[in-house]
Every structure is written in structure tokens, then in C-alpha cells.
């Protein structure tokens, strides 16, 4: 595979879709897990704040007071990540949790609502980032109003870290789906271009004699370049059958010529001139020679000439039923075959699995549960295919096999299956029927030459 090669391009532009992509999901889920982290944090503060609102009181001598225990314990341990500090404008160190040791959150000189929270990003003590919420209340110890300002914080450092594990915990499950994504996109790729490689393996059947035309079993978008090998092999036929015409007529126009230019040559060695007559003999032989080899090639011109014909029925019927399988009608059904190895058939493989699939494929779409698939061999090979599905009546049983005849509407298809097979196996002088199955359904037997 060169960089030239269309599955390489297409698979460098996957690759980069995948990684892109990956990369781009993976920063997006980062930053909404930090935002979600963060208002579960501002959450927490919050309630942490409400908690250290309700619990500041008044001393009998008019001081405010707050010796509550709040449930985490790192509001008592010096530089613990959790701080909370009450002042107002008269006293800003008026109350701190233990955690702050000698330290003094510097909330900015901003206008506050009561009752309002504000959330701030501020630096605390040891150089660290702390995430700040605040709150004004009133509190009138005597007649007097005091205005204070309760903060409650917490290190930002514990939501960096969140982040941080979180991105490393999914980066094992991304990579699991950047290879999934890759294979399926390689997937992808070898089915996409299983077309051409199938173009490819018709153009050489075609060479070899083993067929005349491409089928016309491909997607869409190659079909136009089908139809144009098509075209050009029929145009290529025209042009050898013209020209095979032209020889022919030549060759045996140039017969009568001949025979009388070897009349000629008798009649000299006749009257004595036996040099001339030899003379006049060698010319008309090699002429002959020519004329021969010409309606020699103008026959092998005649059509393509085929290989002596060989299928294995066994193995073609497994490989059909592998790709019924994947279907949603093959799939739930029970397949049940009973051929042995010596099945041969003097039949183009690729006629046999057509033969075979329609006749398969028709047997799953009708079958309820079961499917089987029996041979046997001696002069011609006969195969049973039968299934369990309601059949067919005495009336409609006349017309399966017949070109475009649907006997339900409802069902997915054509019509044209048994009719290619009956088609297919009357071209190799065999022979197609259909009767009921004991099973309940219809059964169809298919009688082939063998090869043996």
C-alpha cells in the first residue's frame, strides 16, 4: 500500500478524523467535569456559609461569637485547604477558622447585598489559590447594627487535582475507543472498496475466458464505470465479430482463386513446363497454409472459451450460509446440513453459489425456524433444500420459479430468485422442483451434472 493507494488516503484521513475528534471530546468532557467539580464545590461552600451564618451568636457582653463545629476536619488544621473568616469594618480579623493559622483573607472592597453571595478567586495563606464565597449579615448586639462580612474557602488546588485524575483515568478508555474507531473505520475502508477489488477479480475472469460481462451487482456510484467496461467489452466484441466476418469472407472468397490457380499449374505441368508448375503449386500451398490459419483464428474468435467446470457444493452452501447468518432472517434460524465432501459439480462455482444463494435466501425469508440443506450423488448431483414456514398451495405451487411472480407482497424481493435459479441450473442441462416438505414447508430440489 503506497501513499498513491486510495485505502491509504482514505485511512490517513481517518486516522486524523479519529484523533481529532478524540481530542476534541476528550477536552470538552474535561472542562464539564471541572465545571460540574466546581458547582459541586460552590455547593459545598455554600452550605458551609450557611452553616457558619447560623452558628454565629451573641455574648452576653455584645460580642459576636461562633464556636460551632463544622463537619470537615481541615477547618482545624492549619493550612488544611478549608478556611472560614468573619470581620467587619471595624475589626477584620474579628474571627478565622484554625486552619488559617496567622493568616487574613483580603476580600476586595466590593458593595454587598444582603443576603447576596459573591464568589471570588483570591490567594490564601502558603501562596495557595483559594475559591472564596461571602456573605453580608446584620446583627444588632444592643441598638447598635453590626455589618459582617462571613467568608468561607476552599484551595483550588483540590479541584485541579479532581481534574487532573479524572483526565487520567479516561485516558486508558479513550485509546480502547480510538482503536475501536480505527478498526472500524479500517472496516469501513476494505468494505467500501471491496467493489473495485471485485471489479478487478470480473476484469480477470473476463481475461481468463471464465466470463464474458461484469454482473451488474454493484453499489450506485461504481455502476457507471460497470457499465462502461460493459460497453467497451460488447464494442470489443462487435469489432472481433466484424473482423472475424472479414477474415472468414477473405479466407473463403480466396478458396475458389486457389483452385483454379492449382487447375493452372496441372494443366503447365502438363504441357511440359514443370518449373512454372512447381512454381505456381508452392505459391497456391503457401497461400492455402494462410487461408487455413486464418479460419482457425476467425473460429477461436468466436466466443470466449470456458474452463472445465468444478464446484464444490459443500463448500459453496457453507459460505452461503455464513452470509445468510448476518442477515436479520438468517440469523434466528436453525441451519441444518448433511453433504458430504464428494460433492462435485460440473458447474462454474460462481453459477453454483448463485444458483444455491437464491434458493437459500428464499428458503430463510419463509422458514420459522429451521432450514436443511441434503445431497447426494451419482450420475447428477441432487440437492434438498428445504424449510418449515407455511409453504405454498397447490395453486401457486405451479408458479414459483417464474419470472418476476411474487406470492407475498409483504415479503422483501423481486421475484427474480428462483427464476435465475431455474435459469442458472437449466443452462447445465439439470433441473429445478418444488414439492412440500414433511417439515411443513416447501422443498426444493435441484439436480446438477457431476463432475466425477
Same mark, same amino acid.
Given at each position: ?46 452550605? !458551609? ?31 488544611? @485547604?478549608? !478556611? ?7 475589626? *477584620? ?11 487574613? $483573607? ?33 446583627? +444588632? ?14 484551595? +483550588? ?15 486508558? !478508555? ?27 477479480? @470480473?476484469?480477470?475472469? $473476463? ?62 505441368? %502438363? %504441357? ?9 503449386? %508452392? ?21 470466449? %472459451? ?10 459453496? #452452501? ?9 442477515? *436479520? ?52 448431483? #441432487? ?5 418449515? @414456514? ?37 443452462? !447445465? ?16 430440489? #435441484? ?6
Amino acid at each position: 500500500m503506497t501513499r498513491r493507494s486510495l485505502r491509504f488516503r482514505l485511512l490517513v484521513a481517518a486516522i486524523v478524523s479519529v484523533v481529532v475528534s478524540l481530542l476534541v471530546a476528550g477536552l470538552s468532557i474535561i472542562a464539564l467535569f471541572e465545571r460540574h467539580v466546581e458547582r459541586r464545590i460552590e455547593l459545598e461552600l455554600e452550605a !458551609y456559609l450557611n452553616q457558619i451564618t447560623a452558628g454565629v451568636g451573641i455574648t452576653p457582653d455584645n460580642r459576636i461569637a461562633f464556636s460551632q463545629a463544622l463537619a470537615d476536619a481541615r477547618f482545624n488544621q492549619p493550612l488544611g @485547604g478549608f !478556611y472560614w473568616q468573619i470581620q467587619d469594618k471595624g475589626r *477584620p480579623t474579628l474571627l478565622r477558622s484554625r486552619s488559617l493559622w496567622d493568616f487574613v $483573607i483580603e476580600l476586595p472592597k466590593d458593595k454587598l447585598e444582603l443576603g447576596t453571595v459573591h464568589e471570588h478567586e483570591l490567594p490564601g495563606p502558603n501562596e495557595q489559590l483559594l475559591l472564596v464565597q461571602e456573605r453580608q449579615v446584620i446583627f +444588632k448586639p444592643g441598638n447598635k447594627d453590626r455589618r459582617l462580612r462571613i467568608a468561607v474557602a476552599i484551595e +483550588k488546588r483540590n479541584l485541579i487535582e479532581a481534574r487532573n485524575a479524572f483526565a487520567t483515568d479516561i485516558v486508558p !478508555y479513550f485509546i480502547v475507543i480510538a482503536i475501536v474507531l480505527l478498526l472500524a473505520a479500517w472496516l469501513q475502508v476494505r468494505i467500501g472498496l471491496g467493489p473495485l477489488d471485485k471489479i478487478r477479480r @470480473g476484469v480477470m475472469d $473476463i481475461r481468463s475466458g471464465a466470463k464474458q460481462r461484469l454482473e451488474r451487482k454493484f453499489p450506485d456510484e461504481v455502476m457507471p464505470l460497470v457499465d462502461e467496461i460493459n460497453e467497451l467489452l460488447e464494442g470489443q466484441e462487435k469489432a472481433i465479430d466484424r473482423a472475424r466476418t472479414w477474415t472468414a469472407d477473405l479466407a473463403h472468397g480466396l478458396k475458389t482463386p486457389l483452385s483454379v490457380l492449382t487447375a493452372d499449374s496441372e494443366l503447365l505441368r %502438363q %504441357q511440359g513446363n514443370t518449373v512454372v508448375a512447381d512454381n505456381l503449386d %508452392q505459391l497456391a500451398e503457401t497461400m492455402r497454409r494462410r487461408v487455413d490459419r486464418e479460419l482457425i483464428r476467425a473460429r477461436v474468435r468466436s466466443g470466449v %472459451q470456458f474452463n472445465q467446470a468444478r464446484a464444490d457444493v459443500r463448500d459453496a #452452501v457453507n459460505r452461503i450460509v455464513r452470509t445468510l447468518k448476518r442477515t *436479520p432472517d438468517g440469523a434466528e434460524l436453525q441451519w441444518s446440513i448433511d453433504l458430504t465432501d464428494d460433492l462435485t459439480a460440473a458447474i462454474l462455482p460462481e453459477d453454483l453459489t448463485e444458483l444455491l444463494g437464491n434458493i437459500l435466501e428464499n428458503a430463510s425469508k419463509w422458514a420459522t425456524k429451521l432450514v436443511t440443506v441434503s445431497g447426494s450423488t451419482g450420475k447428477d448431483i #441432487v440437492i434438498t433444500i428445504e424449510d418449515d @414456514g407455511t409453504g405454498v398451495t397447490e395453486d401457486q405451487m405451479s408458479n414459483l420459479g417464474l419470472r418476476g411472480i411474487r406470492l407475498d407482497e409483504q415479503k422483501r424481493g423481486t421475484g427474480l430468485g428462483l427464476a435465475i435459479a431455474r435459469d442458472t441450473v437449466e443452462a !447445465y442441462g439439470g433441473s429445478l422442483s418444488f414439492d412440500h416438505s414433511p417439515k411443513g414447508g416447501l422443498a426444493v430440489t #435441484v439436480k446438477v451434472p457431476s463432475s466425477e
